[in-house]
């Protein structure tokens, strides 16, 4: 045998993560090991406040469960994996952007969104797999 390396297929990739268990391990698929008690009040309620006076949306701030929960950012006492959150920030956005209308002639009407589904779940995704999560930033959405 010979000792050298030699590129694997993403099929051949894919049945070693299966065979070793590890891809049910994948980022997007952990549960958070963070609770409720582990968000920082203070910056939480800077940021509902803001939201609620800009009119993004009508919480207003009582305490932290409550907040969270009411944003459906928790499972219980943990928050929800990453995944979770790309999903309610794509909800967002999607209900914050401006969608054309065309009838084609049929009863049915077909809604366009000014920017594409699948670009806004790419950019949503990208903002969380290429986070520097030691930065202590937060991903934000700002719709123009």
């Not at 070693?16 to 009040?41: C, I, Q």
């Not at 909800?91 to 914050?96: A, F, M, R």
Request: charged share 30%; glycine share 4%; proline share 3%.
């Amino acid at each position: 045998m010979a000792d050298e390396d030699l590129p694997m297929s993403p099929e051949e990739i894919t049945n070693l993560l299966l065979k070793s268990g590890r891809e049910g391990n994948r980022w997007e698929n952990l549960v958070s090991d963070k609770s409720v008690d582990d968000v920082d009040e203070e910056l939480l309620k800077k940021y509902t406040v803001q939201a609620h006076d800009d009119g993004r949306n009508a919480i207003t701030y009582t305490d932290k469960k409550t907040v969270l929960n009411q944003l459906e950012l928790t499972d219980g006492d943990k928050l929800l994996p990453a995944l979770k959150l790309v999903d309610i920030a794509e909800s967002y956005i999607k209900s914050n952007i401006h969608w054309k209308v065309e009838f084609t002639g049929t009863l049915q009407r077909t809604e366009i969104p000014e920017i594409p589904v699948d670009a806004i779940r790419e950019a949503l995704l990208n903002s969380f797999c290429h986070k520097d999560y030691s930065s202590g930033e937060s991903n934000e959405v700002a719709i123009y």
